[in-house]
């Protein structure tokens, strides 16, 4: 098993920014392939960024591109999602997610990924 921490969530205004942190106890992390998902109230889940193991290979939601960042410190079991000019349609909980993957595998696809954490929630209004 690889417990999954997210941190970071918070109230924030249209405009701002937030890093949210998923960190995992886990000896297989930085071998995993990670992404951040997202859920709204009444949607359903949503993929929102993916990093390959090695960061070589990342990728977005169209909905995110050019305002959201993923990035990885294998080194300290962490991943980061930095989020830039937030709108109040990325209100969510934001939970990451991880799975064994290639050097390259950044899949965006929910249903690949073996282990979840709890989420955080992210909200943005004014």
């Known amino acids: 098993q690889e417990p999954l921490h997210e941190f970071g969530g918070a109230w924030v205004q249209p405009g701002g920014s937030l890093r949210l942190n998923c960190t995992a106890s886990?000896?297989?992390?930085?071998?995993?392939?990670v992404g951040w998902f997202r859920q709204a109230p009444g949607k359903e889940r949503q993929f929102v960024a993916a990093?390959?193991?090695?960061?070589?290979?990342?990728q977005y939601a169209d909905s995110v591109k050019g305002r959201f960042t993923i990035s990885r410190d294998n080194a300290r079991n962490t991943v980061y999602l930095q989020m830039n000019s937030l709108k109040p349609e990325d209100t969510a909980v934001y939970s990451c997610?991880?799975?064994?993957?290639?050097?390259?595998?950044?899949?965006?696809?929910?249903?690949?990924?073996?282990?979840w954490g709890q989420g955080t929630q992210v909200t943005v209004s004014s």
């Open positions: 997610a991880s799975r064994p993957g290639g050097r390259y595998d950044a899949s965006n696809d929910k249903r690949l990924y073996t282990y």
């Open positions: 990093i390959s193991y090695t960061a070589e290979k990342t």
């Open positions: 886990g000896r297989t992390f930085s071998r995993n392939t």
